[in-house]
């Protein structure tokens, strides 16, 4: 439509140039005196170049609506390049190959087009160029009239190709207009991660695949695969088959925090290693590196479901069928035990080739090592005075053997407390104390801690939406928004130290593949943003950016949390006890229907058109409820705020 107007604009503008460039052959036209005519053309082609200004100036200020929010922009004018099946994708290498067949497969997949590849230049083609002299992560996306090209090694052609899929309307069909840009992007953050608890919850390995599509999307690059829990084992181990024959199994699950709320429905599932191998490669074309968790020596019941004789009291035990803090652990004072954790640890070493390692290393009590005498010989042959040392030891130990293998130990900021070398990466998770300490002393940090970071959270009133771990823990979406993880009181100096930043989705009441979809959107979009971007968009400015993302996700069927709009309120002054509100929402096209007499907006509430809307409070409390319908018919939980006069 754009490119229409400017059209018939320009067409418009020459014609009449051509057609009266000079009085004497208007007078040819226009029985009308010269002054009368002049006017009439000078009136008309002013009118004309206005008109053309504003499609240009429409053209210009169409929003770029990238999520994460890229580092340089520059709009171009011009016309719009236009992508279509005669369009040519080149590559210039093995490592642009790989990006080229992944973009045509994409967009075959979502807009039904088939294009052919090549290695020479041409017009009307999309070129993925591979150049190593480009920072790692960074790219460049230039696009005009009749070429788009994408510069960067192979991690930021494969950025560039995702932030240039954001470019493509959603609802596009053919003939996809894509406006003339430049950008120039790269990361804030080393390390951009999200982290899946697979042991209280197993996913499929398809869905796992899935996840690594939609981190990896908005450029996250580490996936944080948390496989061991007391309520399950999830890696096949082959020295030891009965951790999956035995520990991979329960009996049923919790499915809401009432005492006794159990499903009574046997569960469980593992990952063999053939499996692990293809998601690990997958992950590595999308430029994710898999951090496996395997976790010691606390939350190991499944484990020692398979191994009894490795715990403190010898069981029997079964695995796990509701969350929390268990007393039986590994017993650190059985040599035994260290044998088998090396064996498993090498043949994890062999499916995951990340440097970085994770053993996990929180909540661990030490009530059996109290009264367990192998622990006890432990603690005096070592010279350790208190049995939370001998969790140091065992950490160290393994930190040793990692390190033989030219592997690196991450831990729960606990192992702070283990006295480990500065070569082990602490994850602060018991809120920001942790990291702080650990990189003012020349750890190297990750920071997820619960308040921001824990995406497993209630994104709004507990009594509307989907069953969480409790009604204290909140999290939404404008809170991971306004995360920092370079917290003030880190060392200017020591600010290097901070790797990046992770958000955790943890499983205890997540356990279908759509209600986890709907706790990852719309917040892994504000998690993407602060791992990537250097400069922080406000609030608003970000979530017109991020909720166009939501056609995307429609039209590839995508769950997710549809937000509740933003209620400015304005309490009157001069004592009548009358509230106005205004409601904002950065989707076209959402409609909002309220009530404010406690009853269902869907089925009585009224259409918000106006600018704002009255209360009267003169007398207890109001209810405001509202819902959003999105334009593609989804609707929202019920947003209610409660307002009382006393």
């Known amino acids: 439509m754009k490119g229409m107007l400017q059209f ?4 418009l503008f020459s014609s009449i140039n051509r057609k009266y460039s000079s009085i004497e052959s208007a007078a040819k036209w226009f029985p009308l005196s010269y002054i009368h005519f002049y006017l009439i053309i000078f009136i008309m082609r002013k009118t004309l170049f206005i008109l053309l200004s504003i499609a240009c100036i429409c053209c210009f200020a169409q929003p770029v609506n990238i999520v994460p929010r890229p580092d340089f922009i520059e709009k171009y004018g011009g016309d719009n390049f236009v992508l279509n099946n005669h369009t040519k994708v080149v590559f210039n290498g093995e490592p642009s190959e790989k990006i080229a067949d992944m973009f ?44 788009i090209l994408v510069k960067g090694n192979s991690a930021g052609l494969f950025y560039g190709m995702q932030t240039l899929l954001q470019l493509i309307p959603a609802t596009a069909q053919e003939n996809i207009q894509i406006p003339p840009l430049l950008i120039r992007d790269k990361p804030k953050f080393e390390y951009r991660g999200a982290m899946l608890d697979v042991g209280r919850y197993f996913y499929s390995p398809e869905f796992i695949k899935k996840f690594i599509d939609f981190i990896s999307a908005y450029k996250l690059n580490t996936f944080h695969w948390h496989l061991t829990e007391d309520a399950g084992w999830r890696i096949e181990i082959k020295k030891y088959p009965q951790l999956t024959q035995l520990g991979a199994w329960r009996r049923g699950t919790k499915i809401h925090r009432n005492p006794g709320s159990f499903d009574n429905l046997p569960n469980g599932g593992y990952y063999t290693q053939k499996e692990i191998k293809e998601i690990v490669a997958y992950a590595a074309l999308r430029n994710v590196t898999i951090i496996p968790e395997i976790n010691m020596p606390g939350h190991t019941l499944a484990l020692l479901t398979a ?14 069928e509701e969350w929390g803090v268990q007393k039986d652990v590994m017993c ?14 090498s043949e994890v070493l062999e499916l995951f080739p990340s ?19 192998k622990c006890q010989s432990l603690l005096k042959k070592e010279g350790l005075t208190r049995e939370h040392e001998l969790q140091g030891y065992f950490v160290r130990r393994i930190g040793k053997f990692l390190a033989s293998k030219n592997r690196r130990m991450m831990g729960w900021d606990e192992v702070l407390e283990c006295n480990v070398g500065k070569d082990v990466i602490i994850q602060s998770w018991r809120g920001e104390q942790g990291g702080i300490k650990a990189a003012n002393i020349g750890h190297h940090v990750l920071m997820s801690p619960t308040s921001f970071m824990y995406l497993d959270y209630y994104q709004g009133n507990p009594a509307t939406e989907p069953i969480g771990i409790s009604d204290r823990c909140i999290i939404p979406l404008e809170k991971v928004y306004s995360y920092n993880p370079v917290n003030e009181n880190i060392q200017t100096e020591f600010h290097k130290y901070i790797l990046g930043v992770q958000g955790n989705f ?40 991020a909720f166009k993302q939501f056609d995307y996700l429609d039209r590839n069927r995508v769950n997710y949390r549809v937000p509740e709009p933003v209620i400015l309120k304005e309490e009157s002054t001069d004592g009548s006890n009358v509230l106005n509100f205004r409601m904002k929402y950065f989707v076209d096209g959402a409609e909002i229907y309220y009530t404010i007499d406690g009853r269902d907006p869907l089925l009585y509430g009224k259409r918000y058109e106006k600018e704002s809307v009255s209360m009267n409070l003169k007398k207890g409390e109001k209810t405001l409820k509202c819902v959003v319908r999105m334009p593609s018919g989804k609707v929202s939980q019920t947003f209610i705020t409660n307002y009382k006069i006393i």
């Open 104 to 147: 045509c497969t994409t967009l075959r997949n979502s807009y039904d087009l088939t294009m052919s590849k090549s290695k020479s230049l041409k017009k009307n083609s999309i070129c993925f160029l591979y150049d190593k002299q480009y920072a790692k992560e960074g790219y460049e996306l230039e696009i005009k009239e009749d070429q």
């Open 506 to 545: 943890w499983c205890e009441f997540i356990h279908s593949e759509q209600k986890l979809e709907y706790m990852i959107f719309p917040r892994l979009f504000a998690l993407a943003e602060i791992a990537w971007s250097e400069s922080k968009d406000t609030y608003e400015g970000f979530c017109k950016r």
């Open 307 to 320: 191994f009894p004789e490795l715990s403190c009291t010898g069981g029997p035990f079964h695995v796990l």
């Open 332 to 345: 650190i004072g059985n040599e035994k035990l260290y044998g088998l954790v090396e064996d498993i640890l």
């Open 355 to 373: 440097k970085i390692i994770h053993i996990g290393g929180d909540e661990v009590p030490v009530e059996r090592w109290k009264q367990c005498a």
């Open 8 to 11: 018939i604009v320009k067409w």
